[in-house]
């Protein structure tokens, strides 16, 4: 089984900054891209910004962060991570982390896409 559990959200002023961690765990064989999703209320899920396996120069950010959030990613400990800087009340919402994950079973490796509990994140104006 894989679990992917995020770290770090909270309650923070406008302006402010908020680093989320995700670390996956289980019977992993590999990981390919991993992401951060986020959901304010009453909206769908949008993607924060994503990076595939050691491809740290191809990170892949909404308009909406550009240059206000860095992505950046730990293989050797399976973890994601996503500093966010210069916060608006806009980026209140849950943040998800995803990541497609090969496990390794008894009768071969199975692919599959993964998702986190959800961490919140609020900013206040």
């Known amino acids: 089984q894989v679990q992917l559990v995020e770290s770090g959200g909270g309650l923070v002023q406008a302006g402010g900054s908020l680093r989320l961690s995700c670390a996956a765990s289980g019977s992993i064989f590999s990981i390919n891209v991993m992401g951060w999703y986020r959901q304010a209320p009453g909206k769908q899920r949008e993607l924060v910004a994503e990076?595939?396996?050691?491809?740290?120069?191809?990170?892949r950010y909404s308009d909406s962060v550009k240059g206000r959030f860095t992505l950046s990613r730990d293989n050797a400990k399976n973890s994601l991570y996503l500093l966010m800087n210069s916060l608006k009340p806009e980026d209140t919402a849950v943040y998800y982390c995803?990541?497609?994950?090969?496990?390794?079973?008894?009768?071969?490796?199975?692919?599959?896409?993964?998702w986190g509990q959800g961490t919140q994140v609020t900013v206040s104006s």
């Open positions: 990076m595939a396996s050691g491809e740290s120069n191809d990170i």
């Open positions: 995803a990541a497609d994950i090969t496990t390794q079973g008894e009768r071969g490796l199975y692919p599959d896409h993964y």
